[in-house]
């Protein structure tokens, strides 16, 4: 079983560093084994984040500061109209960070077709992919860290979200991809609230599977 923990939506975005410091103390209590595993669910004020891999060149040039992270993966956007998630659970022995990643894919693909958008992987590279008619474009990052075989950080689903804080970066260093929205890539409104349910469900369902 996994605790879907609700932790702040729009208006209210939750600011990245209070999330940071949330999953930092939840993970503490997983690892200790005082709580089981959980996921948080929410979307952040707008803001850049680099993790371990990301080059100068990749950085903002006109100064918009950048939150520097201890996951893997390199520069993203987090804001408004997009679902983030920070599942934060106890991996089994021995620890296949690929496999985590695979399965948060996976899960997010079959969020995305129950929007009526059909998502891929791309081989060599992490998140969620749609086919767009002149470009093949992320819809879905994936960045996480696993610390004393528990995870942390996750996945950001770009729903109704402004793209605009993607221009002034290489989104997690590719340069010849695109970004896109589920909204978008729907060709239809949808918003962070009409996602929320899916997500949470699939993962209830996926985790209560792994308990099983």
């Known amino acids: 079983m996994i605790d879907i923990v609700h932790v702040g939506f729009s208006p209210t975005p939750v600011p990245y560093r ?20 959980a996921v948080l669910l929410l ?13 100068r060149h990749e950085r903002p040039t006109d100064g918009t500061p950048v939150i520097d992270v201890d996951r893997g993966g390199k520069i993203t956007w987090h804001g408004p109209g997009q679902l ?13 960070v690929v496999a985590h990643v695979r399965t948060l894919e996976g899960l997010l693909i079959e969020a995305l077709r129950a929007h009526g958008v059909d998502g891929h992987r791309v081989e060599g590279r992490s998140g ?25 950080h996750g996945f950001a689903l ?10 002034g970066i290489v989104p997690c260093g590719i340069t010849d991809a695109g970004v896109t929205t589920l909204s978008e890539a729907a060709g239809a409104h949808i918003g962070v609230a009409d996602v929320l349910p899916t997500v949470e469900a699939l993962f209830a369902a996926a985790y209560r599977e792994v308990a099983a």
Not at 18 to 37: F, K, N, P
Not at 158 to 167: E, H, K
Request: hydrophobic share 35%; aromatic share 6%.
């Open 128 to 152: 969620v992919w749609v086919r767009r008619p002149l470009s093949e474009d992320k819809v879905a990052a994936i960045g996480v860290r696993v610390q004393r075989g528990v995870t942390m």
């Open 84 to 96: 983030v998630g920070y599942p934060i659970v106890r991996l089994p022995q021995p620890v296949d």
């Open 158 to 167: 770009n729903c109704d979200n402004t793209l605009s804080g993607f221009r």
């Open 43 to 55: 979307e952040h004020e707008a803001v850049y984040t680099a993790g371990a891999r990301t080059a």
């Open 18 to 37: 209070d999330g940071w410091d949330l999953q930092r103390s939840i993970h503490g209590e997983v690892v200790a084994g005082t709580r089981g595993d």
